[in-house]
């Protein structure tokens, strides 16, 4: 019995099974493996040639045949030898993607005609050709791979985006008895999501053939992409970045328009870059009103534009009512109130007003220069007070209880400790009793100066005063100790920011009381850390701090019980919208387990219900999808255990642009590309019926086989095992060494 018929034996024991191959590695030293299994045969057979002790016929056949047929196996798995076996026949199956993206829309040809009709009248007469030879299935595919026939899309959003590599890997995933022998793509060839198409062609492992629709349709101008900031102030200037294409010449002159509704915001003009390129008009916007600006750029109208759809893009920007307000209110002049002012003066959306007490009990305002008394209307349109080493009581009693008001309804407050008494100063007044100014003597290591020490929770506040985290952690090392800090301890509902080196003293430390955030600063001596001798970027870093703790204090807290707000403020046409909602009762708990349901409205017509899916922690969640092109209105209210939890709205915009209009060539050389990954051919849709008929069997698909690495498989090494150990057993019950 020879080792491949061994094998047959093993692998194939139904006389119906197909054929087996046996293959070597390609560099396997076969010469050397023979001649090595020629010397083992003879040997084997040598070591039987004895007479005595005599052996039966069978036994001297069958234990020369057992030692060599296992040596030789073990020699020979040296080469890595693979075992292939061709699968059951399916019948050459073979599998039509018809593409039904929206690109598929655009005209085939200059002079008229879509491309889904192409790819739909290809796609019969390929069918038609194959059918005799294969077993046809068409699908279409576009963002997913069609569950039925061409005309089953789930979704119109999902033909907003071509992913040929992810309907290519959906045709791999199908059960064994389902898989093609062979494929045949009718596409224009865009593909804008998903994997790559000829790495997931390679993979298939059967020939993919690729049938392109369309020609180029001449000349066409696009906005690709719009470059904004994540949110803008009314009567502030926010930089746009408009990117053009353009297919036509170079240098041709391009006007880009930005409006809002029927306003202009700003105009500009643009050189085209060339095919293939992209210009890039710069903007500035003024925002004239708060709330989400949805601005559209475009192009001006191309005579003859083969995609007027994709002249045309949108942005979405929040903007917020105006600068924020931050008022400080000190004793006098000192170097940390003008190391801080020095720092906020230089951010363009603060708004600051600075009062310094003079003698005779005046306050001097130092940004306007003017003197008078402090009064409550100075918290008007303010987000942040600031108080350095004086207490609210010491202003005035109508100011004190007017800033415990501001406070509590969600005002932000930060508290300076300055010098002696330091932070128990603060423990007087209207807020006294809920800021809990508690000192712990017992901490010894608190002995009026210590290093800051960042914890690790406040990392993403703290250390993004450096926009590399390790640069700025190495600087918060080398920072300069604050002086006159006072041994206390934070309470447990507090979040420290920065505590003393080596000491369970916090530096920096925040609590709320109400709604409103309250920083409390354990010491004086701030300044020094915008100030060293060998780090150029200190005080760049100490400005960056300070505005971005009080951006931190300034902003809202969710004040009413319900709150919503989409993922993305604006999404691209045939995009699922995702709508995110929070719930907390009236001591800001969160409340897990509610129902929360509403609606949206485009204003037209168009209203969609909206159910959310509780997340945990009071947080929900709904998914739209793919709604209609236009400026969305939601409304949400919330039941928790029968009765009313709370109402909140929000908005959010779809824009009529998607990746699929953006391109408007077809991309042969893409589709030609994956034809020659796997071994299949190319050609144009409109060829279909005689490429289909020239394209002989054996081209078209390719027998699948499943292949088995035999010097890895456990079946073979129990085999030869098997024939030692038997050799071995049957040696010794004849009485043999």
């Known amino acids: 019995m020879g080792f491949v018929s061994l094998l047959r034996t093993l692998y194939a024991p139904s006389p119906t099974m197909p054929d087996l191959s046996l293959h070597l590695a390609p560099h396997a030293p076969w010469l050397a493996l023979a001649a090595i299994s020629l010397a083992l045969a003879a040997l084997g057979i040598w070591a039987y040639r004895f007479g005595f002790p005599p052996l039966t016929a069978l036994a001297r056949r069958v234990l020369p045949a057992l030692r060599v ?49 192409l790819a739909a009248d290809a796609a019969a007469q ?35 985006a071509t992913a040929l590599g992810e309907a290519l890997a959906s045709l791999a995933a199908l059960p064994a008895d389902q898989q093609p022998d062979g494929v045949v793509v009718i596409s224009d060839g865009i593909t804008d999501a998903g994997r790559d198409p000829v790495a997931a062609a390679r993979t298939l492992g059967v020939p993919v053939h690729t049938l392109v629709t369309g020609d180029a349709l001449g000349a066409d101008r696009a906005i690709a992409e719009i470059e904004a900031s994540s949110q803008a102030r009314v009567g502030e200037a926010t930089p746009v970045r408009v990117h053009v294409r353009s297919s036509e010449p170079r240098g041709a002159a391009i006007d880009v328009t930005l409006r809002e509704d029927a306003r202009v915001l700003a105009t500009a003009k643009v050189a085209a870059p060339g095919p293939g390129l992209e210009a890039v008009a710069e903007m500035h916007v003024t925002p004239a009103r708060a709330g989400l600006g949805v601005w559209t750029a475009s192009v001006a109208p191309l005579r003859g534009d083969a995609v007027p759809r994709n002249d045309a893009r949108q942005v979405a920007v929040p903007v917020a009512p105006g600068k924020t ?78 800033l415990a008001n501001f406070v509590r309804e969600g005002g932000g407050l930060m508290l300076l400790g300055a010098d002696a008494p330091g932070l128990t100063r603060y423990a007087r007044g209207a807020l006294g009793r809920e800021l809990v100014i508690e000192r712990a003597g017992a901490d010894p290591a608190a002995a009026g100066a210590l290093s800051p020490q960042v914890e690790p929770a406040a990392a993403d506040l703290v250390l993004a005063w450096d926009d590399d985290p390790a640069r700025g952690a190495q600087a918060w090392r080398a920072a300069a100790p604050l002086q006159d800090v006072l041994a206390m301890r934070a309470s447990g509902a507090d979040r420290v920011l920065v505590r003393g080196a080596s000491s369970q003293t916090p530096l920096l430390f925040s609590r709320h009381v109400g709604r409103g955030p309250v920083l409390m600063v354990n010491g004086s001596g701030l300044w020094r850390w915008s100030l060293s001798g060998n780090d150029e970027l200190a005080a760049e870093r100490g400005k960056r701090l300070w505005r971005h703790l009080a951006r931190w204090l300034a902003e809202p807290v969710q004040g009413e019980p319900l709150r919503v707000q989409p993922e993305h403020w604006l999404v691209s046409g045939g995009e699922d919208v995702k709508l995110l909602a929070t719930l907390q ?27 959310f899916t509780a997340r945990g922690s009071g947080g929900y969640e709904a998914v739209l999808p793919s709604p209609p092109p236009g400026r969305w209105q939601v409304q949400v209210r919330a039941s928790d255990k029968g009765r009313d939890a709370g109402h909140a709205r929000s908005e959010f915009a779809v824009d009529t642009w998607s990746l699929e209009s953006l391109r408007s060539e077809p991309d042969s050389a893409a589709l030609a590309l994956v034809a020659e990954a796997s071994g299949g051919r190319h050609a144009h849709a409109r060829d279909a019926a005689g490429w289909a008929r020239a394209l002989e ?41």
């Open 585 to 611: 009762d009236d001591a800001f708990r969160p409340i897990a387990g509610a129902r929360v349901e509403g609606s949206a409205n485009d204003g037209h017509g168009h209203d969609l219900p909206l159910t």
């Open 126 to 160: 390929v069918a038609s050709a194959l059918r005799g030879r294969a077993r046809v299935d068409v699908r279409g595919f576009a963002a997913t791979l069609v569950g039925g026939s061409v005309g089953d899309t789930a979704r119109a959003g999902d033909r907003e």
């Open 325 to 402: 307000g931050v008022l400080i209110i000190a004793p006098g002049l000192d170097w940390d109130l003008t190391f801080l002012r020095r720092a906020l003066q230089g951010d363009s959306g603060v708004a600051l007003d600075t009062r310094v007490r003079q003698r005779g009990g005046a306050w001097r305002a130092l940004e306007s220069g003017r003197e008078g008394a402090l009064e409550v209307s100075a918290l008007h349109g303010v987000s942040v007070v600031v108080l350095d080493g004086i207490a609210a009581p010491d202003v005035g009693a109508a100011f004190d209880a007017a």
């Open 69 to 117: 047929l296992a040596l030789l196996a073990i020699v020979w798995l040296l080469a890595q030898p693979v075992l292939e076996q061709a699968l059951p026949a399916s019948g050459r199956h073979v599998y039509i993607l018809e593409d039904v993206s929206s690109s598929m829309a655009l005209a085939a040809t200059p002079t008229g005609g879509s491309r889904a009709k």
């Open 697 to 737: 069997t054996r081209e078209l698909t390719r027998s699948r086989t499943s292949s088995t690495r035999l010097w890895e498989s456990p079946w073979v090494f129990a085999v030869v095992i098997a024939m030692l150990a038997a050799e071995w057993i049957w040696r010794r019950r004849r009485g043999l060494p």
